[in-house]
């Protein structure tokens, strides 16, 4: 009789390695372990998955690369909309989730697999934005939690391994991190205190740079095409580029609060330079080139987008419009942005693009009028004025009031 097969959404970490050698072992499945990159994995992690899966007992592993998936359906419309959730966090590694739902999903029907597996546990958002992403995409297929229904301990997870011959260094460290092309995240020592900061040894990438140096970024569209006058039509390549520049700086560092999907607050330290250098320079570009209302809009629904995007409704079809109007709104958000890098922070200088409506035929800020007269302006300001004066007209005692108080 044919095995089962069921797919593990495959990390590597302690939790998905025990569900790889548990469903194989005791519940005589064909195990297919899937990893799915969203640029945060290097090739030697890669290897190394691919043998230990083996070891555990995995039938088959594949490494599903989405990278290029999650720029083009997620991270370019979040520097459209310089989304950063609760005016901090650039949304790192939370928004890569859905996309490896996806592709794990996609790949269990591409094999006709009966279950698919995660290592989430019942405490955070993972564990929504997985079962949500196969719910949706792939019905009917049943989905397997150890780690959560179990309620297994680290240790037991460790103890189950090695007493089945498989070793590897599971040390619960101090933090734990979550690396992405969009950022890294920190999680645990101090950041479980919240009147405590992370030290400067919590963070993957030391402050190594202190003298200032000039960064130009180019943007076509809305989307980063140049640093520093070098072209780049690869945009993962480019988010590198820059990543390589202003990380050794210590940019893009901060601790996040805020709600999780499932109701409590959450907190977590990041560093995400290249997010918030291009986040920032595209939000400078825009203040040149948007007109006003362009850019209130934008800011409305591009809070809605990460908000979504952040609580698992990537799939909510509201989401392809909100993209839309996220898209027609970069159609003249073109040029370069200069920007001055200094420890720990960085200054945006000022654009050159041909779409900069700072110049124009009708008048300098602050200098001389071209496009109206001294009495244009005049007229225009009593009109303007005209709600205010009639509201004060009928109530002179408000007025009188206000008189008084200034």
């Avoid at 989730?97 to 019942?122: D, L, N, P, V």
């Avoid at 839309?324 to 960085?346: C, Y």
Wanted: charged share 25%.
């Amino acid at each position: 009789m044919e095995k089962k097969k069921v797919v593990v959404a495959f990390s590597g970490g302690l939790d998905t390695s025990y569900t790889v050698m548990y469903l194989a072992k005791e519940k005589g499945y064909d195990v297919y372990a899937a990893c799915a990159n969203t640029g945060g994995f290097s090739l030697e992690q890669l290897k190394e998955n691919e043998e230990n899966a083996y070891k555990l007992g995995a039938t088959k592993y594949i490494t599903l690369d989405v990278t290029k998936e999650y720029y083009d359906k997620s991270l370019r419309y979040m520097v459209y909309g310089n989304v950063l959730r609760n005016n901090c966090y650039p949304i790192s590694v939370s928004s890569e989730r859905i996309f490896q739902g996806m592709a794990i999903a996609r790949y269990a029907k591409e094999i006709g697999a009966s279950a698919i597996a995660h290592g989430s546990t019942g405490a955070g958002n993972d564990q929504v934005r997985f079962d949500m992403t196969f719910l949706v995409m792939a019905p009917g297929i049943e989905i397997i939690t150890l780690t959560r229904d179990k309620a297994l301990s680290r240790q037991e997870e460790v103890d189950y391994l090695n007493k089945n011959g498989f070793f590897a260094d599971f040390t619960k460290l101090k933090y734990s991190y979550n690396v992405g092309i969009w950022g890294t995240s920190i999680c645990g020592g101090e950041i479980l205190d919240s009147k405590q900061g992370l030290p400067e040894s919590a963070y993957l990438k030391q402050i190594k740079k202190t003298e200032s140096e000039k960064l130009e970024l180019g943007f076509d569209n809305g989307e980063i095409c140049s640093v520093n006058g070098e072209k780049f039509d690869d945009k993962i390549a480019a988010i590198q580029k820059i990543e390589s520049i202003c990380a050794p700086y210590g940019i893009g560092r901060d601790i996040h609060v805020g709600d999780t999907i499932i109701g409590i607050k959450g907190r977590v330290g990041f560093e995400a330079a290249a997010p918030m250098v291009i986040i920032g320079a595209h939000r400078f570009l825009e203040k040149y080139t948007l007109s006003k209302w362009q850019q209130y809009w934008k800011d409305q629904v591009a809070n809605w987008y990460g908000m979504f995007l952040h609580e698992s409704q990537y799939l909510e079809p509201v989401m392809r419009d909100i993209e839309a109007m996220l898209e027609s709104s970069q159609r003249h958000v073109n040029g370069t942005v200069i920007l001055e890098l200094q420890a720990r922070t960085f200054t945006t200088i000022g654009v050159d693009s041909p779409d900069d409506l700072v110049k124009n035929k009708f008048g300098e800020y602050g200098e001389m009028q071209k496009g109206w007269t001294s009495d244009d302006a005049k007229g225009f300001i009593k009109v303007l004025s005209t709600p205010l004066r009639a509201y004060y007209s009928n109530h002179k005692d408000e007025g009188e009031e206000l008189e008084k108080s200034l």
